[in-house]
C-alpha cells in the first residue's frame, strides 16, 4: 500500500483524536497533512538584546532565566506570570497570562530562545506570551521563519507544526514526482521533496520563492491540463445542429434601429461560424455593461428560428427577464416568431398553457428566468440555449439547460469581463469572444464620491436634471446578507423622499420581494417615464435598460464591491444624455477609499474587474466553487497569473503531442488530475 495514503492517525504524535480534529479540516491521509501548507510564516530569524529591543517590536532573544517566577492575580479569572530574564546586556520579563503551569518548566540559570513582542511599561521591558525554546532541542520554533497553519479546534500551531515535522521526517521519500523529467529541466524547478520541505520549513526567502513557484506550477498546469482535456472531450464527443444561412439575417439586421459596432460585427460572425457548423457551440460572449449583448442574442436565435428551432433565454430576474422578453417581442414584430415568457411568479394556468405550446412546438422563443430551467418544461426542438449574465449562474445551471435539448448550441453572456488567462480557467469548456467597444455617442459617465453631508446639494441637483426631463435610480444600501433588512432600509429611505426631499416628483419603490406583476407594473411605468425616481434594492443591478435615465446614486456605497458598483453604473449612460453616477461613500476604509477612487477614475469595466480581483481576491470574485472549479492547495489565480500563462501554454504544448497523455512519463500526472477533478465533472476524463 502507498504509504502517504495512510490514514494520518499513524503520524507520529497524532493518533485517533487528534486525527478526529484533522479530519474537520480536510486532513485525512499521511499525503493530505503534507499537502497541507502553512497559511502564512513568521520570520523569527530576526534576534536582538534587551537593551536594543524596541517597544511593539517583535523579535527573538537569547537569554538565562534570571530568577524565581511570580504570578500576580490583579482580577479574578486573570493571572499573570512573570519570570525574570538576563542577557549581557540588561534584564527583561517574560509574561504568560492564565498559564501559571508553565513556572515549571524553567531552572534559574538556564539558557533559552524566547521570541515574543516586546512591551515597555514604565521602566520594565517585557515579552509578552513569548514562543520559547531551550537549548539543544530538535522542534525549532525559534530563530528561522516558522509556518503558520490553519487551526482547528484545540489543535495549536506549535502542535500543528510538530505534527507536520514528524510526517515530512517519515514520509517525505514517498513523494512522488508527478512532472516528468523534461519540464522540471525545462523551467528549471526544484524537486518536489526540496519544495515540500521547504513550503512548510523554509530555509530561506530564496528557497520559499522556489518551493512555492515549483509547487504552484504543478498545480496549475494540472488544473489547466484537466480543463483543456474536459473542453476536448465535450468538443469530439457532442455533435451539434448545422444551422443553415440565411440572407434575412442580413436583411434584419439592416432593419435595426441602430447599425452594429464593429465588434458586435465580429462577434456575431463568430457565433454563426459556429452555429453553421455540425459541432457543438459552446461560447461565451464576454462585454462590459452597454456594448450590446441583446442584441447579438436575438440575431442567434433569430438564426435558429430560420432553420426551425425553438431558442430559449434565460435570465437571472425577472425584472431583466420581462425586460428581453418585450425587446425582444419588439424587434421581431415583423415577423412570424412566437415569443413566450416564463417566469416563477406567472399563473399555474399561464404556465401551464406555455409549458403546452412549448411542448408542441407552437413557441419559437422562450425567455425566462430559472423557471426555466424545471423538469416540467419540456422543448419540441430546442436548438439555441442562451444564458444571460452568466456570472450569475453556476456552470452547473447552464449543464442543464443545454441538457434540454439534445446538444443545443450554448451561448453564455457576462457583463463581467475578467482577464483571458482567468477567462481560460473559469471558461475553460468555452470560447471567447469578446465585444470590446461600445456604441458611438455614449458620452463617459461622470461618476462622483460623496459624504452624507452633501446630500442636500446632491438632492437640488437631482430636482434640476428632473425638470429637464431626465430621470434617477436611487440604490438603497446593502446592509447585510438579510434580504428582509435590505428591504426595510430601502423602504424607509423610499419614504423619505417620497414624503419630504422629492414631494413635488413621481417617487416609486422596487425591490425582490415584490409580485412580479407589481414589479413589471413599476418598471413599465419608468421606461415610460411616468417615474422620476426610481428607489429600489440591487435588483435593478443587471441589465435593465431605460435610456432617458441618467444620474445613479448609491447610498452606502462602502457597501459593495467594485464589480457590483459598475454594474449598477452601468444603468445609466445608455442614452444621448450626460449621466453621473453618485457614491455616498460614509466608508474610512482603506479599501473603500480605493474603491471610489477607482470608480471616479475610470469607466473601462476590464480595468475594474482587474482591481477588483486584487482587492478582494480571485476567490471572493469569481467564487470558485459556485464555478465548480477544484479547490486550490496553494496557487492563487490572480496573484500567480504569471505562472498561470507559462502553466498554459505547456498545458496546450503537451497537449498538442499527447492528446490522451497516453505516454507513460505523464502517468502520475493523469492520476493527479483524475484527484482534481474527482466528482467536479460528469465528464470522464480518460477512460
Ligand atoms: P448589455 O451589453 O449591457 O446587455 P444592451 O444589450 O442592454 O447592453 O444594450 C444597451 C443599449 O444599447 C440598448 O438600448 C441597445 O438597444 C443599444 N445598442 C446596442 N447595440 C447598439 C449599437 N450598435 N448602436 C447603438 N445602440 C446600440
Ligand atoms: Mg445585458
Not at 532541542?137 to 506549535?158: A, F, W
Not at 526544484?190 to 521547504?198: F, G, H, P, R, T
Not at 442614452?575 to 453621473?580: A, F, K, M, R, V
Request: charged fraction near 30%; include cysteine.
Amino acid at each position: 500500500m502507498d504509504r502517504l495514503s495512510m490514514s494520518v492517525q499513524y503520524v507520529k504524535g497524532v493518533g485517533p483524536k487528534r486525527a478526529a480534529k484533522l479530519r474537520r479540516i480536510g486532513i485525512d491521509t499521511v499525503e493530505d497533512l503534507i499537502y497541507f501548507f502553512p497559511r502564512a510564516y513568521e520570520d523569527r530569524r530576526k534576534f536582538n538584546n534587551i537593551y536594543n529591543s524596541v517597544d511593539g517590536e517583535k523579535a527573538s532573544f537569547n537569554v538565562r532565566i534570571a530568577g524565581h517566577p511570580t504570578v500576580l492575580r490583579p482580577r479574578r479569572n486573570l493571572s499573570i506570570l512573570k519570570i525574570p530574564i538576563k542577557d549581557s546586556t540588561g534584564i527583561a520579563y517574560l509574561i504568560w497570562f492564565n498559564q501559571e503551569y508553565l513556572a515549571d518548566n524553567f531552572r534559574i540559570g538556564e539558557k533559552i530562545i524566547v521570541n515574543g513582542k516586546v512591551k515597555k511599561i514604565a521602566n520594565e521591558i517585557q515579552i509578552q506570551n513569548p514562543v520559547y525554546e531551550k537549548e539543544g532541542s530538535s522542534n525549532k520554533k525559534v530563530g528561522r521563519i516558522v509556518p503558520i497553519y490553519q487551526l482547528t479546534e484545540n489543535l495549536t500551531n506549535n502542535e500543528m507544526t510538530s505534527i507536520v515535522n514528524n510526517a515530512l521526517k517519515s514520509y517525505i521519500n514517498n513523494v512522488k514526482e508527478i512532472l516528468p523529467r523534461h519540464i522540471i529541466n525545462k523551467f528549471n524547478l526544484m524537486s518536489v521533496k526540496e519544495a515540500i520541505l521547504n513550503i512548510h520549513f523554509p530555509q530561506s526567502r530564496e528557497n520559499f520563492l522556489r518551493a512555492r513557484q515549483r509547487l504552484v506550477f504543478e498545480e496549475l498546469l494540472t488544473l489547466q491540463l484537466g480543463l483543456f482535456i474536459i473542453k476536448n472531450r465535450t468538443k469530439s464527443n457532442n455533435k451539434g445542429i448545422k444551422f443553415v444561412k440565411s440572407e434575412d439575417l442580413n436583411r434584419f439586421i439592416e432593419k435595426l434601429p441602430f447599425k452594429l459596432t464593429k465588434a458586435q460585427f465580429r462577434v456575431l460572425k463568430e457565433i454563426e461560424k459556429d452555429m453553421e457548423s455540425d459541432e457543438q457551440m459552446n461560447r461565451l460572449v464576454q462585454g462590459d455593461v452597454g456594448s450590446g449583448k441583446t442584441v447579438i442574442a436575438i440575431l442567434a436565435m433569430f438564426k435558429a428560428w430560420k432553420s426551425g428551432y425553438q431558442s430559449v433565454m434565460m435570465a437571472p430576474t425577472e425584472i431583466l427577464a420581462t425586460q428581453h422578453f418585450e425587446t425582444i417581442k419588439g424587434m421581431l414584430d415583423d415577423y412570424d416568431i412566437s415569443c413566450e415568457l416564463l417566469v416563477g411568479s406567472l399563473s399555474q394556468n399561464k404556465k401551464d398553457e406555455v409549458l403546452d405550446k412549448l411542448e408542441k412546438g407552437n413557441i419559437d422563443i422562450l425567455v425566462g428566468t430559472h423557471a426555466i430551467i424545471q423538469d416540467t418544461v419540456k422543448f419540441n426542438k430546442l436548438g439555441l440555449a442562451i444564458t444571460d449574465e452568466q456570472h450569475r449562474f453556476g456552470v452547473s445551471q447552464r449543464a442543464v439547460l443545454s441538457q434540454k435539448g439534445s446538444n443545443p448550441d450554448v451561448l453564455v453572456m457576462t457583463a463581467t469581463p475578467i482577464p483571458r488567462t482567468l477567462a481560460l480557467i473559469l471558461y475553460g469548456d468555452l470560447d471567447i469572444s469578446i465585444i470590446d467597444e461600445l456604441p458611438p455617442g455614449r458620452k463617459a459617465i461622470e461618476t462622483y464620491a460623496i459624504g452624507m453631508n452633501m446630500e442636500k446639494r446632491l438632492t437640488e441637483f437631482i430636482k434640476n436634471q428632473i425638470k429637464e426631463g431626465r430621470q434617477v435610480y436611487i440604490v438603497s444600501p446593502l446592509i447585510e446578507e438579510s434580504e428582509i433588512l435590505n428591504i426595510e432600509a430601502c423602504e424607509e429611505l423610499h419614504k423619505r423622499f417620497k414624503n419630504e426631499i422629492f414631494k413635488e416628483f413621481q417617487v416609486e419603490l422596487l425591490h425582490g420581494r415584490m409580485k412580479a406583476e407589481e414589479k413589471e407594473k413599476i418598471m413599465n411605468k419608468f421606461k415610460d417615464g411616468e417615474i422620476d425616481i426610481l428607489v429600489s434594492t440591487t435588483v435593478i443591478e443587471v441589465g435593465v435598460n431605460v435610456p432617458n435615465s441618467n444620474i445613479m446614486v448609491i447610498y452606502n456605497a462602502e457597501r459593495f464591491g467594485l464589480a457590483q458598483l459598475h454594474q449598477l453604473r452601468g444603468r445609466v449612460g445608455r442614452g444621448e444624455y450626460q449621466s453621473y453616477c453618485i457614491l455616498i461613500n460614509e466608508g474610512k476604509s482603506k479599501i473603500s477609499q480605493e474603491r471610489m477612487r477607482i470608480m471616479q477614475k475610470t469607466n473601462d469595466g476590464f480595468k475594474i474587474s482587474e482591481k477588483d480581483l486584487e482587492l478582494r481576491g480571485p476567490g471572493e470574485f469569481f467564487g470558485t466553487r459556485q464555478h465548480g472549479l477544484p479547490d486550490l492547495k496553494i496557487a492563487n489565480l490572480f496573484t500567480d497569473i504569471k505562472i498561470l500563462k507559462i502553466a498554459q501554454k505547456e498545458a496546450s504544448e503537451i497537449l498538442s503531442q499527447d492528446l490522451y497523455l497516453s505516454d507513460k512519463k505523464y502517468e502520475l500526472m493523469k492520476n493527479r488530475i483524475k484527484c482534481m477533478f474527482e466528482g467536479k465533472t460528469d465528464n470522464i476524463i480518460f477512460n
